[in-house]
Structure formats: structure tokens, C-alpha cells
């Protein structure tokens, strides 16, 4: 049954293959936008670049599903736009951690990965394209044995939350940062973004990164460009976009 909080539609199931998939057959079906889905648990999560998300009941499966009033290609904005958010709904439940934005699309919490976040483009039954923003939070339990370390809300506080209620905060935070950058663009989010990102400033190594020897680069990590690009610095002062990869230390 959809329910409402304070701005937007939210369907809940108990368990479901991937909220994201759903998302993409409530759009075919002909609900209207903004929505959102939320699910107990998911049998086929998926997270980037193929890779299956564990989504173990207990923690957060959301996707948020809208048609941005700007051009299609800053759409992806909108992920760092909604890691921003994820961090805001986050900080009162978790005051003592130290929250960052890991690039491209994750929440760290104390240096472990406690939230990803997946952007989708997908077809209406009109034909017109959408985004769906899929978030993961780890409310309570977390996977072991990860290539980056994950921790969850309860390994951090011994906090017990309820995902319904961290869904409904979650989209109001959403639908209220979307309006935001639809009406003021990118500059205050890059900035609020960049501010709280992991490893800024440092020495990093991106593997997994397109075109580069090996897939693995390493160089100082200066900046984020409008286009969500890390701007990596290497010797000679050069200044390599990565569009793509698995930042670390
Ligand atoms: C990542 O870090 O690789 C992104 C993970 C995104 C997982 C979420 S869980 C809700 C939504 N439904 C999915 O199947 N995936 C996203």
C-alpha cells in the first residue's frame, strides 16, 4: 500500500527482488512521478558496475524514482546530490561517527562503507526517461569480507532503527535537495559534497580505473568537476579526469 510522508508517494514490500526493478515496472505500468519503493528485504540486489548488493532484512532498500527538470547529462549530479542526503538523515542517528562521501557514490561511516547508491535511467510507459536513485543503508547488519570494508548503524552505535521510518526521512530529504539543485545547480552540492569527502587532498590509488595501464592509477586526489569526474593529480602537474574506478588509499 503506498503511504505518504511528508512530499512523497512510498511503496513498501516486505521482501521483493530489487526495489529498483520494481521502480522499473511501476514506470512501465504507468505510475506517475516523483514515488518511491522501499523493501524489507531483496533477493536480487544489484549495486555498480554488475556487482549483487547482500540485502539481508534489516537494513534499507530504496529507490527514489523522479524526472529531474534539467538535461540528461548532469542527471548524474544527482549522486552525489543524494549521498549528501543519505549523510544528512544519517548524522542525528549516528552524531559521534565520522561521516564522509567516498567517490563516486558511497557513505563511509568511520572509514567502512555503511551506504551505496545506484543511479538508473528508465523508459515510462510514455516512452520518457527517468531516474531512479537506489540506495542501500546498512541499518543493521553488514557483509564481511568485502574488497573495501562495510559497517552497519547497529556496529557503530548499538542503535536499534527501523527502516520504514529512515525511508520516509529519506525521501523527504531527497525530493527537498532535488528541488534545490533543479533551482540552484550543482555549485552548493559539489561544494557540500567536497567538503565531506573521504580522502581529499591525499594520495589515492583508483583501480578498476578506463584506460589507464593495468586499470590502476595513482595521484593526488584535487578535486570533483560538474560532470561527477575525480580530478586526479599526477607528476609534472598534470590533471587526469577518472570517470570511473574503485578509489582507496
Ligand atoms: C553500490 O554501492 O554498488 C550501490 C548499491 C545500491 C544498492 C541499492 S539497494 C536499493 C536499490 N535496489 C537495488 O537493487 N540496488 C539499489
Not at 5 to 16: P, Q, V
Not at 103 to 114: E, F, R, T
Not at 119 to 130: F, I, V, Y
Request: charged share 20%; aromatic share 8%; glycine share 10%.
Amino acid at each position: 500500500m503506498p503511504s505518504n510522508s511528508a512530499f512523497t508517494r512510498l511503496h513498501y514490500y516486505d521482501s521483493i527482488d530489487s526495489t529498483n526493478s520494481e521502480a522499473q515496472r511501476l514506470l512501465l505500468s504507468g505510475e506517475a512521478v516523483p514515488f518511491a519503493i522501499s523493501a524489507g528485504a531483496q533477493s536480487a540486489g544489484r549495486g555498480r558496475q554488475g556487482r549483487a548488493w547482500q540485502s539481508a532484512e534489516g537494513n534499507l532498500f530504496y529507490s527514489f524514482v523522479c524526472k529531474p527538470d534539467a538535461v540528461l547529462q548532469i542527471w548524474p549530479q544527482l549522486s552525489f546530490v543524494a549521498a549528501i542526503a543519505v549523510c544528512e538523515v544519517l548524522r542525528p542517528i549516528m552524531s559521534q561517527a565520522n561521516l564522509q562521501c567516498k567517490w563516486p557514490n558511497d557513505v563511509l561511516c568511520n572509514d567502512k562503507k555503511i551506504a551505496g547508491i545506484l543511479l538508473e535511467t528508465s523508459p515510462d510507459r510514455a516512452g520518457a526517461t527517468n531516474l531512479i536513485i537506489g540506495i542501500g543503508i546498512n541499518i543493521s547488519s553488514h557483509p564481511d569480507g568485502m574488497a573495501y570494508p562495510a559497517t552497519s548503524i547497529f556496529a557503530e552505535t548499538r542503535k536499534t532503527i527501523g527502516p520504514k521510518q529512515l525511508a520516509e526521512d529519506l525521501g523527504d530529504k531527497l525530493q527537498f535537495h532535488i528541488g534545490r539543485w533543479q533551482k540552484d545547480g550543482f555549485a552548493l552540492f559539489r561544494q557540500a559534497w567536497l567538503d565531506q569527502a573521504a580522502f581529499r587532498g591525499q594520495k589515492i590509488t583508483v583501480s578498476e580505473a578506463a584506460g589507464a595501464p593495468n586499470g590502476q592509477l595513482s595521484g593526488i586526489f584535487l578535486d570533483l568537476r560538474d560532470d561527477g569526474a575525480l580530478l586526479l593529480g599526477l607528476e609534472e602537474n598534470k590533471v587526469l579526469p577518472i570517470f570511473s574506478g574503485i578509489v582507496g588509499l
